[in-house]
């Protein structure tokens, strides 16, 4: 059971460089998020998407876009990287509203 | 639009001694509760939920929540702590939409 998995599990990028983080499900959840986990300022939603073809944005959008063709794929990608989006990307799926999410392993970035 | 906020970034209890980890929400309808832990270097696991069922949650490793609507508060409580119980935990909140909002995260240890 693979569930969530993510790709790549860390990255060193050169700000200014676009970056695709992968996300991709097994579990047919309707639901998928994006969160970004900071020292001490915990998991912040970046986007999210209720089901496929639609998208929505979260608590931290600024620099980010993702997609949604699909149900089982939810890429987020940076256009311009800038060293401020260094961080861990988790990316999650849900079955609903008042349902659990599982997450991936997670994605570090470093932007330099 | 929802939000939690967690009491303490940092809480330290002795071995044997009571867990207790503060959440407190807003959601402007009726929520759904979660605590998640996350252990160093991986991603998040549920602990347990609140989903109107019954206002006293047990989850996994012996962990119980009450929801207290009057207080709007959900916090999380063991009776004896275990050295395999230092990890960071998160509260979260799913209220309108499927957004799922985290808190800042408390980061337990335990004193031998």
């Known amino acids: 059971i693979a569930g969530i998995t993510q790709a790549p599990t860390s990255q060193i990028l050169a700000a200014g460089r676009r970056m695709t983080l992968r996300c991709t499900q097994d579990m047919r959840h309707n639901a998928m998020y994006w969160y970004r986990q900071d020292l001490g300022l915990g998991l912040r939603l970046i986007h999210y998407?209720?089901?496929?073809?639609?998208?929505g944005k979260g608590e931290v959008p600024d620099g980010y876009s993702v997609s949604r063709a699909n149900t089982d794929d939810f890429p987020l990608t940076l256009a311009s990287a800038v060293p401020s989006q260094t961080s861990v990307y988790f990316c999650?799926?849900?079955?609903?509203?008042?349902?659990?999410?599982?997450f991936g392993q997670g994605t570090r970035l470093t932007v330099v | 639009a929802q939000s939690v906020t967690q009491l303490g970034s940092h809480v330290s209890v002795s071995e044997g001694a009571l867990v207790l980890l503060r959440c407190n929400y807003s959601s402007s309808v009726p929520p759904y509760l979660f605590w998640y832990v996350q252990y160093p270097n991986q991603g998040l696991q549920l602990l347990l939920k609140?989903?109107?069922?019954?206002?006293l949650v047990k989850g996994i490793n012996g962990f119980e929540a009450e929801f207290k609507k009057s207080e709007t508060s959900f916090h999380l409580t063991k009776p004896s702590a275990h050295m395999s119980d230092a990890a960071e935990y998160f509260c979260?909140?799913?209220?309108?939409?499927?957004?799922?909002?985290f808190g800042k995260g408390t980061r337990l240890h335990i004193l031998p």
């Open positions: 998407s209720n089901t496929a073809g639609t998208t």
């Open positions: 609140y989903t109107s069922a019954a206002t």
């Open positions: 979260a909140v799913s209220g309108r939409d499927d957004k799922i909002i």
């Open positions: 999650a799926s849900s079955g609903g509203r008042g349902t659990e999410a599982f």
